[in-house]
């Protein structure tokens, strides 16, 4: 009976070692597996990129920057938001206090309107008081004219009157 123990182990042993080196193979053949199914795909671009006229090492290139970008970002990765945020946060400041420079002028532009718009009233007040008197003093102008025309003309007939009373005396 031991002997038969001692040959099963043994069998099982050597089934086991045989086990392991299907399973071995079978992770070769898997990744023999994937490598042809890299090759394969880069073939397919290959050809897509032979197709649309863009050369592959052109993309390769492309591909490599972009690593070396994402590579340089994943290093400042923790200084990148700090630095965002910094800067949002001048942006804000700049744009808060822009916002009210331009409130301050903008304040101060229409006080300005406002002073020149009284100014313009006030100028129009006194622009009608001036018509108004010059009205008035073209009226009396013309009044006085009229009675200095017409006391000329009395003038003349007095003196009219005067001459042919000396020629008749």
């Not at 649309?52 to 990148?80: D, I, M």
């Amino acid at each position: 009976m031991e002997a038969d123990v001692s040959e099963m182990r043994s069998e099982l042993q050597s089934r086991d070692g045989l086990w392991r080196r299907i399973q071995l193979e079978c992770q070769k053949l898997y990744t023999e597996l994937l490598k042809i199914k890299e090759y394969k795909d880069m073939q397919e671009i290959q050809k897509k990129h032979q197709l649309s006229h863009v050369p592959l090492t052109e993309q390769l290139e492309n591909k490599n920057t972009e690593l070396l970008l994402f590579a340089e970002c994943q290093e400042h990765q923790e200084e990148g938001p700090i630095k965002i945020r910094n800067h949002v946060y001048r942006e804000e400041q700049s744009h808060c206090s822009e916002q009210e420079r331009m409130k301050t002028e903008i304040s101060d532009l229409t006080e300005e309107l406002h002073q020149k718009e009284i100014t313009i009233a006030t100028i129009m007040e006194k622009a009608s008081l001036l018509e108004r008197q010059l009205k008035m003093e073209l009226e009396t102008k013309h009044k006085l004219l009229t009675k200095q025309q017409l006391l000329e003309f009395h003038y003349q007939v007095v003196k009219s009157e005067n001459t042919h009373l000396k020629e008749m005396v």
